[in-house]
């Protein structure tokens, strides 16, 4: 297989992945939080504790924006800041209690319809599933 046709089938790939974490997540989340802030939410709950700036970075979404954000995150106590002890200028975002418990309950909506639409895989399929998703992490995710 040439490159250009790798290309094309990474594209088609990647629109999948989009179509299906779209799926998955329809109607998970809380309705007391924007979908900007679920994206913040399940950022952090992956990557915790992490900067603004980085917030900013992955999500695309600009400083005075995620600032915001996080402000209102912070006002319904599903985040918390805590001060780098080395530099007090440093501030980490991560989950407070509240935000992990939502976020346990969106992910445990989002897992159900994972496991349903791997409902008829077979045990070696499943691992070839892992297999190649490790792959995918290791070789274009890094």
């Known amino acids: 297989m040439n490159k250009e046709t790798l290309f094309k089938k990474w594209v088609a790939f990647t629109a999948s992945v989009h179509q299906v974490t779209h799926e998955l997540r329809q109607h998970a989340k809380s309705d007391s939080i924007t979908s900007v802030q679920y994206h913040i939410l399940e950022y952090l709950m992956v990557s915790?504790?992490?900067t603004p700036s980085?917030?900013?970075d992955c999500q695309h979404i600009p400083m005075p924006n995620t600032s915001r954000e996080l402000k209102k995150l912070t006002e319904k106590n599903l985040i918390e800041r805590v001060n780098d002890p080395e530099d007090r200028r440093k501030q980490y975002i991560r989950l407070s209690k509240e935000g992990e418990s939502m976020m346990n309950?969106?992910?445990a909506t989002i897992e159900s319809r994972f496991?349903?639409?791997?409902?008829?895989?077979?045990?070696e399929e499943i691992e070839e599933i892992e297999q190649a998703l490790e792959l995918l992490q290791k070789k274009l995710f890094y």
């Open 115 to 123: 496991e349903k639409r791997l409902q008829h895989a077979s045990k």
């Open 54 to 56: 980085e917030i900013s």
């Open 48 to 50: 915790q504790p992490v």
């Open 105 to 107: 309950k969106t992910f």
